[in-house]
């Protein structure tokens, strides 16, 4: 990030300020420890939470599938719940279930991860647990079951009519790079995966040296190194790694139309930093001031007018690059309208730009990263997160004064170096 005026990180009282200065008085600790096999253990470590949270992050997502295999990083992490060697896929569920725990998984292009939130007496068990089914039985039982839930879940999504546009715009907006993959795959390529295939992936790319056990809240940092070296100290080591394949972005105009809606779906992609680029922090308030769900230009010139029930712009960053989107829902007979109204916003952001906005999405970035990192759990997703795709910590108020530090001239700057036009305008119309 190129700085701007040396007093621009002296706005005295603002959110930011207040927010780091509540934070800063919070007795954390960072502890990072990696075991033999290459397992990364890190933790932010508070004596005074009354909760702690567990959660292992694989550096495998749809962007390191084959084609052939598009959607077997969800399709694993579906099956991580299916049972392991000691534990039922009844028992799995049931024993979280005793300990009361909150838990779940995700998967996206870049990452898959598994998670708990506890209380704290309770976090070696949740320990247990994820890291027993981090070792799956994939048994092909199990396996042709879950496929069918897999295909149904397809199915859910394809009625939902922004999901639809968004898959066919990525597949035309990266026409040669897996970052176009479905990460539920496509019903051919779930239908033809083969259980072993699965299972090679998951021996590659399930290696120690490409997790980070991310933790979190009140615990003891030594004991939970030496109770993860106990329980997964075993694991092979593979050397797997990413492939960071050029990238060659589609340009021009998607147009489908379906007989299964009624309304308009308008979506605009264009270039933005990566998660690793100190300038995602003015594309997130560009973003912001552009297209918020309250007080944004679109939402004045679009919502507020009713020429559309929704509009917005959102920052999304990878590993290696980024997108800015901006989205909007019509009437069919307001299409063309929507459409010109937010390329004349788009066209003129950078010109409108003003302190006040600055304040305004400083205030919204503050609330949302402060609440977020309030509870245990909310820490932990930001640090595996974090460390999965930057490889490297930074503190929460560390963030919050990098965002504060964000000038006006530094949204220029970004707004120029990745221009916000859109590259690629995909279109969704009611047919006939």
């Known amino acids: ?30 502890r990072h420890a990696v075991l033999p096999n290459g397992l990364t253990i890190i933790a932010e470590v508070d004596p005074a939470a009354h909760t702690a949270a567990a959660g292992f ?11 052939s ?60 647990i994820l890291a027993d089914i981090l070792r799956p039985a994939l048994r092909q039982s199990d396996f042709d079951l879950e496929k069918n839930v897999i295909l149904e879940e397809i199915a859910m999504y394809a009625d939902q009519p922004f999901w639809v546009l968004y898959e066919q715009a990525m597949e035309r907006y990266y026409p040669d790079h897996p970052l176009r993959h479905r990460v539920l795959g496509t ?54 790694r990413r492939e960071y394949r050029p990238i060659r972005f ?14 308009h779906y308008l979506l605009m992609i264009a270039p933005a930093p990566s998660l690793r680029d100190d300038d995602r922090y003015a594309a997130m308030m560009l973003a912001q001031v552009l297209g918020d769900s309250e007080g944004s230009r679109l939402y004045w010139a679009l919502i507020e007018t009713g020429l559309a029930e929704e509009a917005q712009a959102q920052y999304d960053g990878r590993d290696d690059t980024g997108e800015l989107y901006v989205f909007a829902t019509c009437s069919p ?22 302190e006040d906005d600055l304040q305004r999405v400083r205030s919204k970035i503050a609330t949302g990263v402060t609440v977020a990192g309030e509870r245990p759990a909310g820490r932990m997703k930001r640090l595996g997160h974090m460390w999965t795709t930057q490889g490297q910590y930074r503190s929460l108020e560390d963030e919050l004064a990098r965002i504060n530090m964000v000038t006006l001239d530094d949204l220029r700057r970004v707004a120029s170096k990745h221009p916000l036009t859109p590259r690629l305008t995909a279109r969704l119309s009611p047919a006939g």
Request: a negative charge.
């Open 1 to 30: 990030m190129v700085l701007g005026q040396a007093d621009r990180s002296q706005t005295t009282g603002s959110p930011i300020d207040r927010a780091f200065l509540h934070s800063a008085t919070m007795p954390l600790s960072f």
């Open 57 to 67: 992050y694989v550096k495998t997502g749809a962007r390191d599938e084959d084609a």
């Open 69 to 128: 295999l598009m959607g077997v990083s969800h399709f694993l992490e579906h099956m991580m719940f299916k049972g392991t060697a000691r534990r039922t896929a009844d028992e799995v569920n049931q024993h979280f279930d005793n300990i009361g725990a909150n838990y779940n998984a995700f998967t996206s292009h870049e990452m898959t991860a598994f998670w708990a939130h506890v209380l704290p007496e309770h976090l070696d068990e949740a320990e247990d």
């Open 187 to 240: 019903p051919e390529t779930i239908s033809a995966l083969p259980r072993d295939a699965m299972q090679r992936y998951f021996d590659d790319r399930y290696s120690p040296d490409n997790m980070v056990v991310a933790l979190a809240g009140r615990l003891d940092f030594d004991a939970r190194v030496a109770s993860l070296e106990r329980r997964c100290g075993s694991w092979r080591r593979t050397g797997a």
């Open 250 to 263: 589609g340009e021009g105009a998607l147009d489908r139309t379906s007989d299964k809606v009624n309304r």
């Open 333 to 354: 007979e307001d299409a063309v309208e929507v459409e010109r109204v937010v390329l004349k916003e788009v066209d003129g952001l950078v010109a409108s730009l003003t």
